[in-house]
């Protein structure tokens, strides 16, 4: 179990904890709440579904706007792992 979670349960626990608070707390700021994720994630959906391969082109859009996040803070993570295990 802590080679899977990286960590002790409870220290994993703790992190996720603190990002979440975190994470939540900018979400909160830019007034996005969790119904309106869902309702965007189920909207989406139903988008691909009712245009079929026309949503493909959508769906790129929406891994580029996620990989222009996703990516920086992947490798700033990487980045600070690497000079930890030195």
Known sequence: ?????GGSPGGVFL???FVSLIVG???MWLDIRP??????L??????IWARGFDALR???DYIIAG?????????VLRLMN?????
């Open 15 to 17: 992190r996720l904890l």
């Open 25 to 27: 707390a900018l979400l």
């Open 35 to 40: 119904r309106d994720i869902f309702n965007g």
């Open 58 to 60: 959508e769906i790129a």
């Open 1 to 5: 179990m802590h080679r899977f979670l």
């Open 42 to 47: 189920a909207q989406f959906i139903e988008g």
């Open 82 to 86: 690497m000079r930890s295990a030195r």
């Open 67 to 75: 990989a222009v996040i996703v990516l920086p803070v992947w490798l």
